[in-house]
């Protein structure tokens, strides 16, 4: 009997997953690895779903994670916060140019390393951009590009940055001395009830408008705007954010999936060395940013890494490393790429194909 053949149901199935998550998470407490929560979730479960164990994650759970990291990242924005995040706006405008130019050349190297007419100007576009995966998934879908080499792209190259960076930092010593805002209430339960319920309300009417990533950014807007206006209900549990890191690491290992392996080696590889090159140059680029605008270059590179909104920002809180000033980057260079993906596709990539 193989492991796809296990009498299984999905809610077995998930507690299992769960299980094996949290135990992993417990593991990486106990070898001080960095953001044990997320990272020991996140290898644990690929592991096991390459190998055929038939893990489960939960589309809602991981949801609730983005909300709570959403809440959590905008604790930080107190009005002096929020007025020097305002402050350092052009830099942030700079990194989604940033961001856009290192997905244009990532796109030319994963076209150039392919051999001739295996993979198409399109679907190597939407696979370098630097945004949200399922977003640029849901994009390679509707116009015709290969969907599988797109996913594996984007998963490929967020669980390379999320291993890397923290890894790196943690090998170099690199730690901040930014702590999360000291709370004057510390958690209250009836506080914790109405910051989540206006949390949840802003996520949800996101998602209503069909917003991109609306568990994180309408969270993240509505506990920001309380935080800039001086307004503090309660502190937040560790636990909560704890879970929600397990929930988001979850979600990235079961991405891992056994036809994951059979996807065109050639293409991973070109996958895996363009990342790295993109780690390497974000940190040149980052330290040329944080010494003219006065800076901490460990914050500025999660700021302007290719990796995700949520990683990088939990990565942030994690190692006391500026979260207003990451969390400021990614959802600047997040609005501004998501809304000009389709028109630079329209404008270049599609008339390129037609005339070439």
Not at 86 to 115: D, I, N, T, V
Request: glycine share 10%; hydrophobic share 55%; charged share 10%.
């Amino acid at each position: 009997m193989t492991f796809k053949n296990l009498p299984l149901n999905a809610g077995l199935r998930l507690i299992a997953t769960f299980a094996v998550a949290w135990l992993a998470a417990l593991l990486c407490v106990r070898l001080k690895t960095p953001l044990p929560w997320m990272i020991g979730p996140l290898l644990a479960t690929a592991a096991l779903t390459m190998a055929g164990v038939p893990l489960r994650s939960s589309r809602r759970l991981r949801n609730g994670g983005q909300w709570i990291v959403g809440t959590v990242l905008g604790l930080y924005f107190t009005p002096a916060v929020a007025l020097r995040v305002l402050e350092l706006a052009p830099w942030m405008l700079l990194g989604a140019a940033w961001a856009l130019l290192m997905g244009h050349l990532f796109g030319r190297w994963l076209l150039w390393s392919q051999p001739a007419g295996t993979v198409d100007a399109t679907t190597a576009y939407f696979a370098s951009v630097i945004g949200g995966a399922s977003e640029m998934a849901a994009f390679a879908e509707r116009v015709g590009a290969r969907v599988d080499l797109v996913a594996a792209a984007h998963s490929l190259r967020v669980m390379l940055v999320v291993l890397v960076i923290p890894f790196g930092y943690q090998g170099l010593g690199l730690h901040g001395h930014d702590p999360a805002p000291a709370s004057a209430v510390g958690v209250q339960p009836a506080g914790l009830a109405l910051l989540l319920a206006a949390t949840a309300a802003g996520a949800l009417a996101m998602h209503a408008l069909r917003q991109p990533n609306p568990w994180v950014l309408g969270s993240l807007l509505v506990s920001l705007g309380l935080s800039a206006s001086g307004i503090e209900w309660t502190a937040m549990p560790g636990w909560l954010s704890a879970a929600a890191q397990l929930s988001i690491g979850i979600a990235l290992g079961t991405r891992f999936t056994p036809a994951f392996l059979h996807t065109a080696p050639r293409w991973l590889l070109a996958v895996a060395a363009g990342t790295l090159a993109m780690i390497a140059a974000s940190a040149g680029y980052s330290w040329l940013v944080a010494q003219a605008a006065g800076l901490v270059p460990a914050s500025v590179l999660l700021g302007n890494s290719p990796g995700g909104i949520a990683e990088m920002c939990i990565t942030a809180k994690v190692l006391d490393l500026g979260v207003p000033l990451v969390t400021g980057f990614h959802v600047v260079r997040y609005v501004i790429v998501l809304v000009l993906t389709g028109p630079i596709w329209r404008r270049w990539v599609r008339k390129d194909e037609r005339t070439g």
